[in-house]
């Protein structure tokens, strides 16, 4: 709790809002119009008491109401464009940051701070304090200066009283920042764990709840609401009581006003219209005070929001509109020279130098945890690493590989399909391409299952994949991987969750790709993949300790296996 508080820096909110800067000089021309044209109540008010009623005359009278009248409608038209322009401001805010976030969230890179949802909040808090009551006080603030002005132009006495309360109101603020500024992000900061825990864990409610560990769950959800409870009550207390003593101070202030101008008014110094004036002054010069007292709860959510925004998009250094593919011709040959990989200050992968072929398969096996995975992600281009990785002589890395790995099929360990229509998970959310959707789906035996389903192809899969069943959603996202006949295939355990039937189908797929000329990786613990392997890669701890043509693989496989169980779940020769 304390480094996300620790890591509030001052500057994030207007290096943030910066951009907008024409934006806000246009709203603070029309806060000096608004602001100047509320003196208008004020001083018809003067020319009715000293004036009108000392003069009886109706015509006067007639001709200040329609000018106060005519530029009262003039400060309402200003308000309103004031708040037109917020609005619009917001809505540029959301297009300029809201791209930026999106990407900073979904960079693969990057170890993220927050949950992407989260990010989306605090982009809406920043929006919502710029283009609230909250902004516009601020921009009322020095306007104040005028109102004391004119109180001054009444009695050097008003205009005195007035500065003191104005400065006793700002005290009262900064009183209220030191109180209410602590407990608030505690507060917060509580509330987004509390919602964290539950949207993290909801996810595997039935595991959970077979395996008895609902109830202990419960009780950390409890501890953790029982904490944000806490953290409320103590900010709201805080608040509340702050916001007391503002109100107290506030009106007690205004009567004082109005007792030093009856003072004056006793003492024959001040016209009767004067006394009145005065009070209706100091309430406009005090105002934007309360307001931003009033609005201190969002202002200090939305600079905290600020504060992990800008972390945020400092941490997402990558193009928000990565630049068109580069055409990398068929096939792909893959090399790597030296290549490492560091993931949390642990090495993962040590100094491999390798070519892939384009037309073979390479299998790659190993114990668990020896790196195969890891190698796959990086062959797709989502692991940095130190030394060379080419694809046809093309250095790919971790800054590029987006905009240069143009063709590629991946099916990851766990499946991963995304909350949408079975159409939509094989298109990779693309343009939906039917003919090459229902091929993919074809080519691994999913096809007829999907017609069974009652919506086919525009059946609504939830987050994890259901209703499919787990076999079915190992064929999707094999599906989604060969979806347009990619030039590098790289699969990581496609036959975890197959039949019989679904191994044969796969061997078929991987025979038909190569005569495409793809280039194959395959990472399985299964035997049965070799049948169709060119190559054999066997991994340990992070290092090749073989690499060749298959037979020789397996004769060396076996030797392993005989000697270490487990390289290969299954022995290769079985
Ligand atoms: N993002 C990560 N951060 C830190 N360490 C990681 C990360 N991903 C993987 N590792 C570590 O890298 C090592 C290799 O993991 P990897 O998933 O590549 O192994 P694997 O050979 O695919 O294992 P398995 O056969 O069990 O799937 C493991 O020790 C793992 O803890």
Redesign the pocket.
């Known amino acids: 709790m304390n480094a996300v508080m620790q890591s509030l820096s001052r500057g994030a909110w207007w290096s943030l809002v910066r951009p907008f800067r024409p934006q806000f000089i246009q709203m603070t021309w029309l806060s000096l119009l608004t602001n100047v044209l509320m003196l208008v109540p004020t001083l018809y008010m003067l020319q009715l008491y000293d004036r009108v009623m000392l003069s009886r005359s109706t015509l006067t009278l007639v001709a200040v109401t329609m000018l106060a009248a005519g530029l009262l409608l003039l400060m309402a038209g200003a308000d309103w464009l004031r708040s037109l322009y917020a609005i619009k401001t917001g809505v540029q805010f959301d297009l300029t940051y809201g791209k930026q976030v999106f990407a900073a969230v979904f960079d693969p890179h990057h170890v993220q701070r927050q949950p992407p949802a989260q990010a989306l909040q605090q982009l809406n808090a920043v929006r919502q304090f710029m283009t609230g009551q909250g902004l516009f006080a601020m921009l009322d603030i020095p306007w104040s200066v005028v109102y004391i002005a004119v109180l001054f132009t009444l009695h050097p006495l008003l205009g005195g009283t007035a500065i003191v309360f104005c400065l006793i109101q700002c005290g009262v603020a900064v009183w209220n920042q030191r109180v209410v500024a602590a407990p608030a992000l505690q507060a917060q900061v509580a509330r987004q764990m509390t919602d964290y825990f539950i949207q993290q864990k909801v996810r595997h409610l039935q595991t959970s709840h077979v395996l008895g560990m609902s109830q202990t769950l419960r009780q950390r959800w409890q501890a953790l609401l029982s904490e944000q409870a806490q953290a409320e009550h103590t900010w709201l207390a805080a608040s509340d009581r702050s916001q007391f003593v503002n109100k107290w101070v506030r009106y007690t202030m205004q009567s004082l006003m109005l007792a030093v101008a009856a003072w004056l008014t006793i003492q024959g110094q001040l016209s009767l219209g004067s006394m009145i004036a005065s009070n209706v002054l100091i309430a406009r010069a005090l105002q934007p005070f309360d307001v931003i007292v009033h609005s201190w709860r969002q202002w200090l959510q939305a600079n905290a929001a600020a504060s992990e925004l800008q972390a945020l998009l400092n941490l997402g250094r990558i193009a928000v509109d990565p630049k068109p593919a580069q055409a990398l011709a068929r096939p792909y040959t893959l090399i790597l020279e030296n290549l490492g990989v560091e993931?949390?200050s642990?090495r993962?992968l040590h100094a491999l130098n390798l070519t892939i072929a384009p037309g073979r398969v390479l299998c790659v096996m190993?114990p668990?945890?020896?790196?195969?995975?890891?190698?796959a992600r990086l062959l797709v281009g989502v692991v940095p690493h130190s030394g060379a990785y080419y694809i046809n002589q093309l250095a790919i890395n971790a800054a590029n590989a987006r905009t240069v790995l143009n063709s590629v099929g991946y099916l990851p360990?766990q499946v991963s399909l995304l909350e949408g229509t079975i159409a939509e998970n094989v298109a990779r959310f693309g343009a939906l391409d039917s003919p090459h959707i229902i091929q993919a789906c074809q080519r691994v035996g999913l096809h007829e299952a999907i017609l069974r389903l009652p919506q086919g192809y525009d059946t609504r899969l939830d987050e994890q994949g259901l209703p499919l069943s787990g076999g079915q959603r190992q064929l999707l996202g094999l599906a989604r991987a060969i979806y347009k006949e990619p030039a590098l295939l790289v699969l990581d355990e496609p036959n975890a969750s197959l039949d019989e039937f679904g191994e044969a189908m796969l061997m078929q797929l991987l025979q038909a790709f190569k005569q495409l000329q793809t280039t194959i990786v395959v990472?399985s613990?299964r035997a049965g993949v070799l049948k169709v392997t060119d190559d054999l890669l066997v991994?340990k701890r992070g290092e090749v300790v073989h690499h060749g043509p298959r037979d020789a693989g397996i004769v060396y496989l076996n030797q392993l296996n005989a000697t270490a169980p487990g390289v290969a779940t299954e022995s290769p020769c079985a």
Do not use: V
């Open positions: 993931l949390q642990r993962i190993g668990s945890g020896s790196g195969k995975s890891t190698l360990q990472i613990h991994l």
